[in-house]
């Protein structure tokens, strides 16, 4: 089950990702960026994810070098994984 949840800041849109994060949810993400209005800064905070598949980490990776777009909490396993996909 995943659950998004968007608490507007000061500084930036906070979607708060809880739960499992895999190819047959990542839409519902993917929908929420979509959402927010170009230039807004956003902050992914998955210190509630319990589970990603490799599909959505490479996403993540992808999303870390999107403008305005920042990873926090973010699990040691997915940083690893991010870097080991610099290996890859």
């Known amino acids: ?10 500084a930036a849109i ?3 990702i ?4 895999d190819a047959g949810n990542v839409s519902e993400l993917c929908a929420s960026l979509d ?5 807004t800064a ?3 905070d998955l210190a509630d994810l319990v589970l990603a598949d490799r599909d959505v ?3 993540l990776k992808a999303f870390e070098f999107r403008d305005g777009v920042a ?7 997915i940083r690893i994984w991010m870097a080991a996909e610099d290996i890859l």
Do not use: E, F, Q
Not at 1 to 10: A, G, V
Not at 71 to 77: D, K, Q, T, V
């Open 1 to 10: 089950m995943l659950k998004i949840r968007r608490t507007p800041d000061s």
């Open 14 to 16: 906070i979607l708060t």
């Open 18 to 21: 809880s739960g499992r994060l």
């Open 35 to 39: 959402a927010i209005p170009v230039g």
């Open 42 to 44: 956003v902050v992914l």
């Open 57 to 59: 980490v490479r996403l």
């Open 71 to 77: 990873i926090r909490n973010c699990p040691a396993y």
